[in-house]
């Protein structure tokens, strides 16, 4: 459903298919915050940016990159970058960055039943 999309590195690949199945059925309303280590890293980019309905937030953090913020996804992070935190989270990528975003959002005042991680999928 509708939500925030948080996503590291490869972590993006189960969100393609859901994200391109919201932009087919015209019900995109979804942020996506991905996190790559270099502009280069951020997959399918161009496509993230064309969907009517997706906001996309992204982050690098081995180089400084036009248009980019360099930051690691954390609660200071997550805290600038989202206003609502009374919302769905779907989040994928490494372990650790895993359990330290899902900490970070209860923190926030997220919803433990609206953290979503591939391991409850």
């Given amino acids: 459903g509708p939500g925030v999309f948080i ?3 490869a972590g993006i690949t189960p969100f393609i298919p859901i994200l391109e199945k919201h932009d087919a059925a015209g019900t995109l309303d979804c942020t996506l915050v991905f996190s790559n280590e270099t502009e280069a890293d951020i997959i ?3 496509k993230w940016e064309n969907m009517q309905g997706l906001k996309t937030i ?3 953090t081995d180089e400084d ?5 360099k930051h690691r996804i954390d609660k200071a ?5 989202l206003s ?3 919302q769905t989270f779907y989040i994928c990528g490494p372990e650790g960055f895993v359990d330290d975003v899902r900490s970070a ?3 926030l005042g997220a919803d433990a039943d609206k953290i979503i991680t591939e391991d409850g999928w």
């Fill in 7 to 9: 996503a590291a590195g």
């Fill in 44 to 46: 399918l980019r161009e």
């Fill in 58 to 60: 992204f982050t690098v």
């Fill in 65 to 69: 990159a036009d248009g980019l913020k």
């Fill in 77 to 81: 992070f997550l805290k600038q970058n």
């Fill in 84 to 86: 609502r935190f009374d």
């Fill in 105 to 107: 959002l209860k923190d």
